[in-house]
Every structure is written in structure tokens, then in C-alpha cells.
């Protein structure tokens, strides 16, 4: 994985066989798609112009393929080595052939699993590679396997040999500048070294092979001498062979002359850690088990990207990768599986490795119990026939001992292997390999083909056992292939397709319990995995089915949150904005199922309606849309819960033509906003900390109602004194008037739903509009509501306004409510308004002076208030250092809205910690006001302004900023009002009565537009409500009574 801020120009993957290519190119490509390889490398798999190019023949070839390519595109007809001053090319070495993996050790799995990864997937050793170099030291000398002297001779003071003190063959990483490189790169022209390319051998060169380390990198270390580099001193550990001794001297000549005066140094990775991944078994076992952990590392973990169906079976000590595990399976310490899926009961006993089992070979596995082999099942293809060919080894077995000297296999001597099993040395060795030569790498001991029947995992693990049974029969009968024959059959496409096929099926099950165990896990990475890598189809079927099983709307509505999600992926970020409308009548049978509460059915319609929109992505994003608006229905249900909270009494209605009038103050928040929002507020838990204000001495939100004679409803509503007035005037005399009461920006739509959700109009009723409003309230209602606040103020404006119309609507028609239950009564009428907000509003403009409201994890949602008892005087204090000042930009709330709620349900570990972090301020809020700590209180709230803007990414525009810069030095805290974006910023002045000196401050300030300062008193009255009589004065002329609420 390139480390972050590198951007490849080039990244080039090399390989031994010509048949791997095509399958490391697609895993080169499926890596750049997840954004692990930077926005547009130019990506490619190399072959080795030969088997015995060595790692340094193979750098060259594929440095003068990178720059071919390079050249092309720059538009040159010959390779210049211009190419590579700008250029950051990226070569990765597959390396020999690995017994332990099919896929060499580059794609060999790790068990890890990485929380910050955009897309989620099996990390390989490919993925692994690069990390942060900070330590530098120059290069003297390269030793490999020197002699206990030698290497003491780079010990420091305290008797160890630190590694920059030397430069191991295996260690990893090597950067040329691009001035060496192009050194390099013009020495691929000169024989013999033109003998590393696919130039030289196209020309007919004899090949020669080079050692990276110890022909390239060794040359330009100050220790070195010519004579000592080009006579081969280290050609024993390096390339040379007798036959191409010339051959290499020369190459070395070339090599000094063109690299030598280039110095060479060393970086170290501080607490890092290599593991070479030798041929043996035991050290691969190791690695995989008892690698201690590195801070530059990703932690090794016993499961990783696994389903276990009975984890407490997985014994410490073990490691379990891309594995689906299910029933009864016991792994003991010191045992690896990776990209098995099996059925127990089984045990597996320690020191095995297991790797590319299917469930087929579960039954086989039950009746044998293994201790330290390994067992692989392998894709081989046979011309055009893909066969699972499995092989068994023990763990301590040496690949190349002959079976006379100490060469085992099963961990025992061959001699003793044969007696057991009755297998003679001439089945497995024919008499063309000579005795000498006889190894466990070209026995032909594994099954491959049968004339009648179709072989399996227990064709080779009979050899466990004795010649009792049929076994040995069937193993004779077989056509058997060595391990050297079987790389040259293996299909390593199959087998990542395999791996990936597997991997998917695994994180079905994590989407299911992810989802129905309520876990705070973001499943986004692994949906942008699954679109990239052509399974969202399976993904949707999944969230299907948990969405239409799930006995808890939440888990149903995350579900369709994350079909949403599935599908914006889907869209390659073409398309349009994923917020959006969501009312296409297609899609309205859907949304009737869910309102009726038929969740099953409303997924089913949902996914028949969806098929007709993957077309393209237009479609896509509206679908998305849909998807959303589903959720939306569901959360509304969830949200409906707190109707139960809702008390209602009567009382004797005024008379007819009477006003009743409420005033509201308008409320700031202080600490812990957004966790009051639906599903947060219900899912995670929710506190803010509210204060009711006066604004410039008014309360500025306001309702009155009254019954009239004639049988229909008046709406008049009026807001914005700030930036002119506008009213509104509708008369309603037919239930088809109130149809859009769900609509916000529908004329009138939060008056036409408080009339609903107060129960004066039942729009279900077979009754019209004028017989109900006669039978239940002898005439119609006129109703007046109006905010001196502009649109967008952050100031709880509209979910207040509605609990002051609620409120004076149940009075008008011989009813009472009380603060708590229009509370309530406000987070179901908004539901119903389709607005879909909080409660945190209507607490701080209902609930007089400063106060937290909390609500628990859990359903039915209740919201529960608590007056927060501060010092005597403090409000007084508070009311000099408190300042409004109006920005003068709008905001938009409904988008931010949808985004939050968004990335809430994709589970984003940033917003899930924000959470927690917005509740923990909001209670250390409280205790600074207990203790009217304004410093401590200037601290929750620059606090809570980093934890809006994390909460939701935008809410502060360029003007606002500039503004409070401004105001940094002279303020404890600030915050923009409500959701950001706009509206008001409150501040907390460091020096009482500051209103004069903010003004001057911010009128010298460039860029801030139009702004206006006011006010804040802290209302400790709360919201009135007062019988009028008739006269119908203007409303707001009360505004600065306190009139005794009327509850």
C-alpha cells in the first residue's frame, strides 16, 4: 500500500513465469480501484526475460520497461532517460516460488485487518512493504551470513550490532535517486548487462544473472574496492557461476564504473521488524503466530477478515485468515489457517498450516485429527481443465534432503514413511532422477487425476495412517504430479478469484452481524470493496434479507442506508449529489408498504423497483435517494415511540373569537448538539446543554389561536423581521387543502401539520373537513405565527415555533400540554413534517434558563430535562459576556442533515468517537455552569465547534471564519448556532458589555458582508402562554411580559 501523499508514476510488479502475469496485473488493477496504489500510476506486471536474471537482472529489465512506457507517453520514438527526473516509479520483486502460497510470497496474507483503509481487503505482504524511513547512516559493506568476528566488528559500546551498521541482502526496500537511476537504466545498452533485458534476450544475448544487493547496491558502498567488486570476493553468496564468471566480471566492471561515485546510505525503521520467509515450515508458522507487534505495523490478530461460528474454540496462540469456520471447530496454539472454509466438529492440533480447504474436505478432516503438517489445496489447471489438487507436508520437513541422509517427510524418515503406508521409493521417484537428486520437491506423491472416481482431500491423508483400507489402492491408481510439476500447473488466477470469492462470503456474514447486533463497525469499506470487485450483488442480497428480518426498525433502517450507500458506490461519483428528492410515484408502492409497517414486504417492493434503475448512474444516485427516503419512513416509526409521552388533558375551551397567545425565547446550544438527532439520538444516546435567550430583549417566536364561527382553517404566518417581512395567508375549507402538510416548503406545511398532530383534523376520516371541524369544535380555527429570526438562524426558530403553535392550538381547543409532553409533541410533529429533527430546540425554547436534555440508547425515545442550578448571579454575568452576532449567510440545514445522518449509519469511526465526544462535552458544559466557570465554559464551547465541523464537514464558511479569527483574542469561546453553515454566532467575551467593541473589531474586518450584533438575555421564565381576549393588536407587542405560563 503507498504510503499516503506518494503518488506513483510507475508501479511495476515483476514475476518469474510468463502465465502469472495476467493475474497479478488484475490485482495490481483491483488495488488501484480500492485507492491503495494513488490516483493514476501507470501499472505493470513484467516477466522475467529469464529464469535466472536474479534480482538484479530483473530491476534492470523492469527499470527499461517503466521507462519505455514513459518515453511512449511523453511522446518520444526511442527510450531517453529524461523520463525519470520527475518520475517516482515503484518496483515491487515477486521473488521465487513459495511452497507455502500459491501466489508467491508477495500475495501471501497477513492476519491483520486495517480500521483506517478506505476499502477493506486482505492485507499481502505487497501491501505491507513500505513504511516511514527516518533514521540515515552510509553503507560500508554488505554482510550475508559472515562469520560471528565479522559481524562484532560492527558492534557498538554495548556489544550489539545496530542495523545501520549493516545492509542485509533481505533487507527490502531500496530507493535510487533519479540521477542513479538513470546510471543504471544507460547501462542496460552495454554487454554483457544488455544480457538482463527482454532487449538482450530478443537479440539473442546469453543471459547472465545479477544479484540487486550484491552486483548493484554492493558497488557503490565506500568499504569496497574495485578489485575486491569486480573479481567476485562475494561471488560465492552472489550470481556467479563458473560458466558466466567472465561474463560477470564484466558486468561488475560496468556496474563500478557507472555507479561507484554515487554514495550509498542507510535508513533505519524505528521498532520495525523483518521477517524472511524461508522454505521451512516452522518459520513460516511462526511468523504468522508469535510475530511480536511493531509501531510501524498493522497488529497481528488471531482473526482477521474470518466468520467463526464458536470463536471461544480458537485458542490463543492460533491465527485464523479469510476463513469461514462454522459448527464446532477447535484450533490449538501454533496453528494457521488462511482461505479455508470448513464444517466442524473438527480439531485441528498445533503447529499445522492449512490453507485453500473447502467445505468438501470437512468429512475427511473429522476423521483425522492433525499435529504439525501442512495441508493445501491447490487450483491447477490441466489445458483447459481447472482441477483442486491437494497436497500434505509436515512441518518440519526439508524440501531438498535426500531420503538416505537426513531428509524426512511427515516429519519422519522416508524409510519409515514407506513401511507405514506400504509406498516404495520407485512409486514416488522413477528411475530417471538419480538418487542424489531424489528430494521432497520431485516425489510424485500427489493425486491428481483417477480414471473412475473423483479425488479429495483424504487421497493424501491416508498417508497419516497405515496400507490398512483402501487408501494406498486408490493412491496407485491415481496419476500423482511432485510439487515442482504442480507449480508448473498452478492457476493463480482461480486461485485469488477463489480467495476473493471466499473473502466476500466471509463479510456476508460480518454485514449480518455488524447489522442485527447493533455494532458500531462501519461497513462503508467494505461496500466500496465489494462494488470495485464486481460483488454487490451478493452485498445486496444480504442487506435485503437483514433489512426484511430484522425485528428492530433501526437495524431495518441501517440496512437501507447501506443499499444506499451500495448503490452511490455504484455510481463512480457520476451521476449528481447523492442528497436529493425522494417522492418519484415509482417508488410509492415501496414507501406504502413500509408506513403501514409491513417492513418485509417494503424491502421486497424496494428491491423489485430498484432492479429497474442500475442502468446508469443517474439512476443510481436517485435510487440512492429512494433508499434514503425509505430509511427516512422507518426512522419516523422509531422516532413516533415518543407519542407515548404525550399527555394531553382538557380544559375548558375560551370563547369563541378569543386569542390564546404564546411567546417563545429562542434558544442557543451550548455543548452536545447532533446527539439529540434521530437515529443518534436512540442508537448512541444524546445530551445538550440549551439556553433560552431573549433577543435584544424580546422573545422573537410566537403563536396565538382562536376559534372562529365559520367551519374552515386561517393560516397566517409571517418571519423575518431581519431581512424584511414576509407573510402568509391560506384559508383551508377542504381536507385537500391540508394534503401537503408533509412537505416543508409547502405553503403553510408546519401549520397545517400541528392541526393534525394536535388531533383537531384526522385526514383518514371519511368526514370532511368543515363536519369535523363543526362536530369536535362547533367552527374553525384561526391561527397567527411569526419569528423576528431570519430564515436558517441556528436558533431553534422552527421546531420552537411549533411547539408555541401545538401549544396554543390545544389550548384554543380546550385542551393543556405541558413542557415535557410538547417536547414530545414537537419530535412527532416534525416527524410527520418529514424535517426529521431533534429535540434539542424545542428543549432549549420551551424549558426556561440553561438546561441539559438527555435521552438513552434505547426505544421508546424519551426525552428527559434537567434545570442546571448555577451560582447566584451568574445569569446576570452570563447576560454581559453573551453576544449574538448575525453572519448574514443562510444556511442549509436539510443537506447537512441527510450527510450526518449518512455517515452515521455508514458507521464512520470518526463520527461514531464524535459522538461520544459531543455527550462527554455536554456533561463537563453542565458542571462549568454549575460552577459559572466562564473560562471552563469558553472551553465546551471551542470544544463543541470542532465537534460541529467534524459532525459535519462545510458548516463553516470562508466569512464566518475570517470573523471569528478575528474575534480569537478577545473571546473564552464561540460557535456558530444550530447545525452551522450560517445564521447567528454566539461569543463568550472576555470583558463584560463588549457589544460597542465587537462592532468596531469586526467593521474593520475585510469580508464579512453584511452582520449585525445583538443581545442575549437569559430567560428564566420560559415560554408563556396567555388568554387575550379579542382584540386582535399585532402580535409581539407582549413581547416583553412575563406572563404566568397558563399549563
Known sequence: MAPRGVEWTVIVLTCQHKDSVCAFQKELEIRWRRGALGPHPLLLTVEDPAACVGSGGATLNALLVAAEHLSARAGCTVVTADVLREARILILHMGRDFPFDDCSRAFTCLPVEDPDAPAEALTCNLDSLLGTMTQQGFVRDIIYQGPEARIQECAGPDGKVPLPALWFQVCGVVFFSSETAEQLLATHVIPPLDACTYLGLDSGAQTIQLSLFFDIVLCMADGV????????????????????????????????????????????????????????????????????????????????????????????????????????????????????????????????????????????????????????????????????????????????????????????????????????????????????????????????????????????????????????????????????????????????????????????????????????????????????????????????????????????????????????????????????????????????QLERGDIAEGVKALATERRKWLGRPALLVRAARHYEGAEQILIRQAVMSACRFINVGREEPPPVGHWVLVECPARIDVSGGWSDTPPITYEHGGAVVDIAILVDGRRPIGARARRIAEPELRLVSASG?????????????????????????????????????????????????????????????????????????????????????????????????????????????????????????????????????????????????EQIPVPEGFPQTLNQHLLLIYTGKTRLARNLLQDVLRNWYARLPAIVQNADALVSNAEQCAQAFRQGNLPLLGECLTRYWQQKKCMAPGCEPLAVRRMMDALQPYVYGQSLAGAGGGGFLYILTKEPSQKDFIQQILANTEGLGNFSIHTVEVDTAGFSLQLVGSDPKARGDTGNERAQPVM
Not at 758 to 778: D, F, H, M, R
Not at 822 to 832: D, K, P, R
Open 721 to 865: 423581521a431581519l431581512e424584511g417581512e414576509v407573510v402568509l395567508e391560506l384559508v383551508c375549507q377542504d381536507l385537500e387543502d391540508l394534503q401537503d402538510y408533509c412537505q416543508p416548503h409547502a405553503p403553510g406545511a408546519l401549520l397545517k401539520a400541528a392541526f393534525i398532530c394536535t388531533q383537531i383534523v384526522t385526514l383518514a376520516s371519511q368526514k370532511p373537513l368543515q363536519a369535523q371541524l363543526l362536530e369536535c369544535s362547533g367552527g374553525g380555527f384561526e391561527v397567527h405565527s411569526w419569528s423576528s429570526l431570519p430564515h436558517g438562524s441556528g436558533l431553534g426558530t422552527s421546531s420552537i415555533l411549533a411547539g408555541a403553535v401545538m401549544a396554543a392550538l390545544y389550548r384554543a381547543a380546550g385542551k393543556s400540554a405541558n413542557a415535557e409532553s410538547l417536547i414530545h409533541a414537537v419530535l412527532h410533529l416534525e416527524q410527520v413534517l418529514t424535517t426529521g429533527g431533534g429535540w434539542q430546540d424545542q428543549v432549549g425554547g420551551l424549558v426556561p434558563g440553561i438546561k441539559i436534555g438527555r435521552s438513552k440508547a434505547l426505544l421508546p425515545l424519551k426525552v428527559e430535562v
Open 225 to 592: 574496492t574495485e578489485e575486491d567488486f569486480v573479481t567476485g570476493r562475494i561471488r560465492e553468496v552472489g550470481s556467479g557461476h563458473a560458466k558466466g564468471a567472465a561474463a560477470l566480471r564484466s558486468a561488475r566492471s560496468v556496474l563500478w564504473k557507472a555507479l561507484h561515485a554515487i554514495p550509498l546510505s542507510m535508513v533505519c525503521i524505528p521498532d520495525g521488524c523483518y521477517d524472511y520467509m524461508t522454505m521451512a515450515a516452522s518459520d513460516h508458522i511462526h511468523n504468522l503466530t508469535l510475530r511480536t507487534s511493531s509501531a510501524n505495523a498493522l497488529p497481528f490478530l488471531k482473526v482477521a477478515h474470518s466468520h467463526i461460528a464458536q470463536p471461544q474454540l480458537l485458542e490463543d496462540g492460533c491465527s485464523v485468515t479469510n476463513s469461514l469456520l462454522e459448527g464446532a471447530v477447535r484450533v490449538e496454539p501454533g496453528s494457521v489457517l488462511q482461505h479455508c472454509h470448513l464444517q466442524g466438529p473438527l480439531q485441528i492440533g498445533s503447529g499445522c498450516l492449512l490453507t485453500g480447504l473447502d467445505v468438501s474436505s470437512s468429512p475427511a478432516l473429522q476423521r483425522c485429527r492433525l499435529h504439525d503438517v501442512v495441508l493445501q489445496g491447490h487450483a491447477i489447471r490441466l489445458r483447459d481443465m481447472l482441477r483442486q489438487v491437494f497436497t500434505l507436508t509436515g512441518r518440519h520437513d526439508d524440501w531438498q534432503s535426500p531420503p538416505g541422509e537426513a531428509g524426512t517427510y511427515l516429519n519422519v524418515p522416508w524409510a519409515e514413511f514407506f513401511h507405514r503406508t506400504g509406498i516404495r521409493e520407485g512409486d514416488i521417484w522413477g528411475s530417471e532422477v538419480p538418487r542424489r537428486s531424489r528430494c521432497l520437491l520431485n516425489a510424485r506423491l500427489f493425486p491428481v487425476l483417477h480414471a473412475a472416481e473423483p479425488l479429495g482431500v483424504q487421497d493424501v491423508l491416508w498417508f497419516l495412517g497405515s496400507q490398512e483400507g483402501e487408501g494406498l489402492g486408490r493412491w496407485r491408481a491415481s496419476w500423482r504430479m511432485s510439487w515442482e510439476q504442480l507449480l508448473m500447473c498452478l492457476d493463480q488466477e482461480a486461485e485469488l478469484a477463489s480467495r476473493r470469492a471466499l473473502f466476500f462470503r466471509q463479510a456476508q456474514g460480518k454485514l449480518r452481524r455488524v447489522l442485527l447486533e447493533h455494532r458500531d463497525c462501519s461497513l462503508l469499506p467494505l461496500i466500496r470493496t465489494a462494488v470495485s470487485e464486481g460483488y454487490q450483488e451478493a452485498v445486496l442480497s444480504t442487506l435485503d434479507q437483514v433489512a426484511s428480518v430484522a425485528a428492530d426498525p433501526g437495524v431495518a433502517a441501517r440496512a437501507l442506508a447501506c443499499i444506499a450507500d451500495v448503490l452511490g458506490c455504484m455510481a463512480k461519483g457520476d451521476g449528481g449529489l447523492r442528497s436529493g428528492p425522494a417522492a418519484n410515484r415509482e417508488w410509492a408502492p415501496a414507501f406504502q
